[in-house]
């Protein structure tokens, strides 16, 4: 998707006109008759008044005032976007300007936002993937206040979105751990930001204990990619760490998941790797001034014969040993040794994601972020912050060190599940294990998949993290 800043001449390009009910829209209408049309529409309630002009489509959209803040205002011209989208498709339209015609700079970019999120497609596997795209494929902007930097910002996370969105939609028949690895050093040579990858021999002899407990029912090895942008003008000496959850497929290994809608969809349990993915990608492209250090431990967990199984005792990274009781909460194995290996960095903040637990789905459903942590306060209300901005909204979950003693073994110094009750919160408290720095772990379970439609954040993998991370770090650099 190509977004670009409109000439200010829209008279022979197909244009959506944002308004609000009381805007003047007669300088791009065709006389009185046509000016006392769109009065009588928009005085009828009507939001969306479209017309066809032959050789150009003219669509004016009607966004309410209202006391709503401004977050909530970004969001609902996001979903009018959205809801434009299958009457600009039936048009088979391959450009369009959005103008603002009367409504804040702010509703207009969001609206190109949702409009470019709404356009994406995931046709790879498809035979006939050519009849199948959308031709809508340049986006325009038509507003005063938006300037080259607003324009860069909002198509490198657009794309950045799209390409976290590919990786999660992609099958285990394809993205094993080291095509993960390969996918995002690609990513890393496109948007400017360096990618190492540990092999399996390397992982091996830096004894990372959980990463390599749970491939061991695999017979694809794992990796460990470590990514970097380091700008010289970064504000920040020491650097922010995003750590992202990479078990590119998850069967449950020996406590295995029932298949229909559980296992069926877990080609996505590698969504918080792909979130980290994106992020850099809108942090390099962008060029944030700004220092980001990525971790992303990879690998699938599968019953094979030498898998894992419960009643195993691994000993990690940082040398603390773990009693397995589920070999389905593999997500924290992993995480805890590369949370373990950020320590060399001395962080200013570790932000972690990962689709860690359905306990995390069951309480916020699709709708929201479980965070919890033990960074100070203003971390994580800035965090919130961005996540009200892109509404990707964080829930914030009580973090009490009582939580933790439900992850002490009787015959280890970990185990690696709580209980039944307040799994969310326990599994952070097991990762808090292996930090020793500002850390904020955010479990996106219940939005990084989606298995019918989301509006504007489509179906399959949403990209969830991308927008929220990219606003986070612009503001972190300001």
């Given at each position: 998707?190509?977004?670009?800043?409109?000439?200010?001449?829209?008279?022979?390009?197909?244009?959506?006109?944002?308004?609000?009910?009381?805007?003047?829209?007669?300088?791009?209408?065709?006389?009185?008759?046509?000016?006392?049309?769109?009065?009588?529409?928009?005085?009828?309630?009507?939001?969306?008044?479209?017309?066809?002009?032959?050789?150009?489509?003219?669509?004016?959209?009607?966004?309410?005032?209202?006391?709503?803040?401004?977050?909530?205002?970004?969001?609902?011209?996001?979903?009018?976007?959205?809801?434009?989208?299958?009457?600009?498709?039936?048009?088979?339209?391959?450009?369009?300007?959005?103008?603002?015609?009367?409504?804040?700079?702010?509703?207009?970019?969001?609206?190109?936002e949702g409009l470019a999120l709404t356009n994406y497609q995931f046709l790879k596997y498809f035979s006939d993937r050519d009849k199948k795209a959308h031709r809508l494929n340049r986006i325009g902007l038509r507003s005063e206040k938006v300037d080259e930097e607003i324009l860069n910002r909002l198509s490198s996370t657009v794309e950045a979105v799209c390409h976290s969105r590919d990786l999660v939609n992609e099958p285990l028949s394809y993205l094993t751990a080291e095509k993960l690895a390969e996918e995002v050093t690609a990513m890393g040579r496109e948007a400017g930001f360096t990618v190492e990858v540990f092999n399996k021999k390397k992982i091996e002899s830096l004894r990372m204990g959980g990463i390599l407990a749970v491939n061991r029912g695999s017979i694809d090895p794992p990796t460990f990619s470590i990514l970097e942008w380091k700008p010289e003008n970064a504000v920040?000496?020491?650097?922010?760490?995003?750590?992202?959850?990479?078990?590119?497929?998850?069967?449950?290994?020996?406590?295995?998941?029932?298949?229909?809608?559980?296992?069926?969809?877990?080609?996505?349990?590698?969504?918080?790797?792909?979130?980290?993915?994106?992020?850099?990608?809108?942090?390099?492209?962008?060029?944030?001034?700004?220092?980001?250090?990525?971790?992303?431990?990879?690998?699938?967990?599968?019953?094979?014969?030498?898998?894992?199984?419960?009643?195993?005792?691994?000993?990690?990274y940082d040398g603390k040993t773990v009693e397995v009781l589920n070999t389905d909460a593999e997500g924290r194995m992993i995480l805890a040794d590369a949370l373990s290996w950020a320590k060399q960095y001395d962080p200013e903040l570790v932000v972690e994601l990962s689709t860690l637990t359905g306990s995390a789905h069951v309480a916020l459903g699709k709708y929201g972020i479980a965070g919890m942590g033990n960074a100070p306060g203003d971390m994580m209300e800035a965090l919130k912050l961005s996540g009200d901005n892109t509404y990707e909204r964080i829930a914030e979950f009580p973090f009490w060190e009582e939580y933790g003693e439900l992850m002490k073994s009787d015959i280890a110094d970990l185990k690696n599940i709580g209980g039944r009750l307040a799994g969310a919160i326990t599994a952070g408290k097991f990762l808090e294990n292996f930090t020793d720095y500002p850390f904020i772990h955010l479990d996106i379970a219940g939005p990084a998949f989606n298995k019918t439609e989301d509006n504007y954040r489509g179906k399959g993998g949403s990209g969830i993290g991308v927008r929220l991370l990219a606003d986070f770090l612009y503001h972190f650099s300001r």
């Open positions: 998707m190509k977004l670009f800043i409109a000439d200010k001449n829209t008279d022979k390009e197909n244009v959506i006109l944002l308004g609000r009910p009381e805007t003047d829209f007669s300088e791009w209408l065709n006389g009185k008759a046509e000016s006392d049309y769109v009065r009588d529409r928009i005085d009828s309630d009507k939001e969306v008044i479209e017309l066809n002009r032959f050789d150009r489509l003219v669509v004016i959209r009607i966004l309410k005032s209202s006391d709503k803040p401004l977050h909530r205002k970004r969001e609902e011209a996001r979903m009018a976007a959205y809801a434009l989208h299958p009457r600009l498709k039936e048009y088979d339209l391959e450009e369009v300007i959005i103008a603002n015609a009367g409504v804040f700079c702010e509703e207009t970019v969001a609206f190109a920040n000496e020491k650097p922010v760490v995003i750590v992202g959850k990479g078990v590119v497929y998850d069967t449950g290994g020996m406590s295995l998941k029932p298949t229909h809608d559980s296992m069926d969809y877990m080609k996505c349990d590698m969504a918080g790797a792909a979130t980290v993915a994106g992020t850099f990608y809108a942090a390099a492209k962008a060029k944030l001034p700004v220092w980001v250090i990525g971790l992303i431990p990879a690998t699938d967990n599968r019953p094979d014969g030498n898998a894992y199984v419960p009643g195993d005792i691994v000993k990690m």
